[in-house]
């Protein structure tokens, strides 16, 4: 059921964009990671969504009401938030599901590439089980795994003369835009100390190290999607107008300090006037 359902849709998208430009796996990789962004983008919209609804509801009076009246009863918060979700038609689940639908998605394509990239008789007649009948896979096969320094079925290293060990720029590419990604999508929070603001913060750090981890231990054509989708989403958001590059500020105020901060200008400046 996996491969009918996941792996061998995409092994044959993947066959069909490397035929239709040339031979040329790696962008095969990235032509396919925009063509599923854009597929996913129902998804991202309403993660959009279930996130600027989660920012409003933290930000309403009535759930800063409810966390003061219930902030030592913690089972009756929780039923006091579900209700308050149900009243705003908030399902908790939303903002969640694009990411949850990537690790299926990175699991196929992990799986896909290294079935793709097969040199061996056995690996070959195994990998032919996988194509559909109408893509011709006897003038595919074996297919160029290069592209530009890298053997896309191994871990990328970029090799430097006079260095001993092989530099991994994909991982570091992984991390940083995964990291950038994180900052730039998350609404600020009208509540930083809360638990929910601080959790997000934690994700933020250890999502870019576990999909470094992974792009550092497996293919480089994952590595890849991951730099792809990363960057393709980042613009995704800009054009949809909902990237807060306020985020990126090293020690920006949160909305509460800025407040704090606008009354004792004013109070400063009644004083003076005084």
């Not at 993947?14 to 597929?39: D, K, V």
């Not at 470094?212 to 958001?237: D, K, P, R």
Request: hydrophobic share 45%; net charge positive; proline share 6%.
């Amino acid at each position: 059921m996996w491969d009918l359902l996941i792996t061998n849709p995409m092994v044959n998208v993947l066959l069909w964009i490397y035929s239709a430009i040339g031979g040329n796996f790696g962008l095969a990789i990235i032509l396919f990671t925009i063509l599923i962004r854009l597929i996913t983008h129902p998804l991202t919209v309403q993660q959009l969504k279930g996130s600027q609804l989660m920012q409003e509801l933290q930000n309403s009076e009535k759930w800063k009401t409810i966390q003061k009246k219930y902030k030592d009863d913690k089972e009756k918060l929780a039923q006091e938030q579900m209700a308050l979700y149900k009243e705003m038609g908030f399902n908790p689940l939303a903002p969640c599901l694009p990411t949850l639908i990537q690790f299926p998605i990175i699991i196929g394509l992990y799986q896909a590439i290294i079935r793709a990239l097969a040199t061996t008789p056995i690996e070959l007649l195994q990998f032919t089980k996988h194509v559909y009948p109408f893509i011709n896979a006897t003038q595919l096969v074996p297919l160029n795994s290069q592209f530009l320094w890298m053997n896309l079925g191994q871990p990328e290293r970029l090799l430097i003369p006079g260095l001993a060990i092989g530099i991994p720029t994909l991982t570091i590419l992984v991390v940083i835009t995964t990291y950038l990604q994180s900052k730039l999508m998350t609404p600020v929070s009208a509540t930083p100390g809360d638990q929910g603001a601080q959790m997000g913060k934690m994700m933020n750090i250890y999502m870019p190290l576990f999909m470094g981890y992974i792009a550092y231990t497996l293919s480089s054509g994952l590595a890849i999607y991951f730099v792809a989708s990363n960057l393709f989403s980042i613009g995704q958001y800009a054009a949809l107008g909902k990237v807060n590059w306020r985020n990126l500020l090293p020690g920006k105020a949160s909305p509460k300090a800025s407040a704090d901060g606008a009354v004792k200008k004013k109070n400063l400046s009644e004083n003076k006037g005084n």
